[in-house]
């Protein structure tokens, strides 16, 4: 889809499984930028699954990454987020 349409933004919507593979494939396949938003907690009890593993690695691949907890924030900055902010 990102090559067909050309999107300036993907937006990853709940979508843990998503890879930094996948994320690098959109852009370059034409989305100018691409942002992550998933309101569940990546770093909380559940962390150590091999899913939010997975999330956590694409983390330095996205543009932006949204969290739904203000104590996020700091937990993305140190996962390499390139840009984080807070969205409710």
Request: aromatic share 10%; hydrophobic share 50%; charged share 25%.
């Amino acid at each position: 889809l990102c090559a067909l349409h050309r999107p300036d933004l993907a937006f990853a919507w709940r979508a843990p499984w998503l890879s930094a593979l996948a994320i690098e494939a959109a852009r370059r396949a034409g989305a100018r930028k691409v942002v992550l938003y998933n309101n569940d907690d990546p770093f909380g009890p559940d962390a150590g699954t091999r899913l939010w593993r997975a999330w956590r690695r694409g983390i330095p691949a996205a543009d932006l990454v949204l969290a739904y907890r203000r104590s996020n924030l700091a937990e993305l900055r140190a996962a390499g987020a390139r840009a984080c902010a807070l969205w409710r």
